[in-house]
């Protein structure tokens, strides 16, 4: 049964979260920040639940990820509530490190997790469909994502 990842905050933490992504990309509709936001929930729970799997954000379900990243506790809950922190190491922006695979082998990991995946906001950051703020990318198995298991305690 595929589920959206919408389910995993409550209304006010998701309004707060969507505000970060609309407060960083000005002119943007709250529909697609809020799009951009549960596939940046789904990307993160499943992260955070497949410790040693390579797996990456596009470059726009990324800017959903910063968002997350600076509502800390509300992060912080959401990775250990899946098992594990997950570290964002980021890279600057560079479309010939763009490896398709690495996003269809996260993007099927997504879907083997139960989750819907909004392909639209999966397309290669060369892509201009969708347009956000973030000068960031993952690219590649050499390490952009960390997991590591929640603190004992």
């Excluded at 919408?6 to 809020?34: C, H, K, S, W, Y």
């Excluded at 398709?100 to 996260?106: D, H, L, Q, S, Y």
Aim: include cysteine.
């Amino acid at each position: 049964m595929t589920e959206t990842a919408r389910a995993l905050l409550t209304d006010a933490q998701f309004n707060d979260v969507r505000a970060t992504i609309l407060g960083n990309n000005p002119g943007m509709e709250p529909d697609l920040a809020g799009r951009i936001l549960v596939d940046a929930l789904a990307f993160l729970a499943t992260a955070a639940s497949s410790p040693g799997q390579a797996l990456v954000p596009s470059r726009v379900v990324d800017e959903g990820w910063h968002a997350l990243i600076l509502h800390t506790t509300l992060y912080y809950g959401l990775c250990a509530r899946f098992g594990n922190f997950v570290h964002h190491l980021p890279e600057r922006p560079d479309p010939s490190r763009h490896d398709e695979a690495v996003i269809e082998r996260t993007i099927a990991h997504i879907a083997a997790a139960g989750y819907s995946v909004d392909r639209d906001l999966w397309r290669r950051p060369t892509d201009t469909l969708v347009s956000v703020a973030a000068e960031c990318q993952h690219s590649d198995e050499s390490g952009p994502i960390v997991t590591m298991p929640k603190p004992k305690g």
